[in-house]
């Protein structure tokens, strides 16, 4: 064979193995940047989760948590970053996982202990016909859901007990939090939100939230990286609580023509001024005195408020005297 058409042979060759190098570089880079994503998620919902533990005092040493688990994905998501988070901890708490099979038509009560099991962690189910007592006692076509979480409140406290933890873990996040506080307002006429922290109804147990500051798509992406077992959460037939979906569909629709605007909504949850609302039991306006002392962080009740900008209306609207 001539050089020349050696030569040729070897450029074909090489040029027909160039293509699928690089799709494989490509696909390379492509799976490097989901797990970089994907470690990068994991470390911020242990972040996320770390803090609220931390800035609400959640976790003590000594702590028996009772997690509990619907088989939804936040709840699977709470029990995995609590795990990660006891192996990293300076203090000894026990986790035990808990759920409660409703006898929901359906349920694939295999998929949980299979789970529990392989994780190795201390489980319990408790079998409760809920649904039936629920079925027989709500009409045909009414919201079932108060009477079920009621029945499975007082179940899983009791099973607290029976356990031996001094704390019960829910898996609501930040968008929970956020819905209930609207839900709250615009359907109750109430300031009021889902707690991170809270005594049980029966005064005995500690409730906690330790996905307090975890956004819900965080959840939802965490539970496809990780594959976890999800039971549909649609078993037991209740209508959708179109309430709820409305103050979601009003906080993304916020979301998409403000941004940001939902994370100040969420901040301010924690910067509460009793003193500028309306709620006398909150705030003794009926005993309130001048006090004939000037105070530093006083009140700035003639000031003007500041624009989204940032801009006080005075600096974009020069004062009379400036003119
Ligand atoms: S959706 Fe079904 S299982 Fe959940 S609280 Fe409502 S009635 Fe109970």
Redesign the pocket.
Known sequence: MSQTLMNDAENAAVTAAAPAETAAALSFKASEKIVYENNKLHKRLCRQVGQAIGDFNMIEDGDKIMVCLSGGKDSYALLDILMTLRERAPIKFDIVAVNLD?K?PNFPDHILPAYLKELGIPFHIENQD?YSI?KRLIPEGK???SL??RL?RGILYRVADELGANKIALGHHRDDIMETFFLNMFFGAKIKGMPPKLQSDDGKHIVIRPLAYVKEADTERYAQVKNFPIIP??????QENLQRKQIKNMLREWEKKHPGRVDNIFSSLSTVVPSHLMDGELFGFKDLKATGEAMANGDIAFDEEPCSTGSTVSSIIPLRSEE
């Open positions: 409703q929901q809920t629920v919201t079932t859901c079920c979480s499975r959460c649609d078993l037991c037939g209740s």
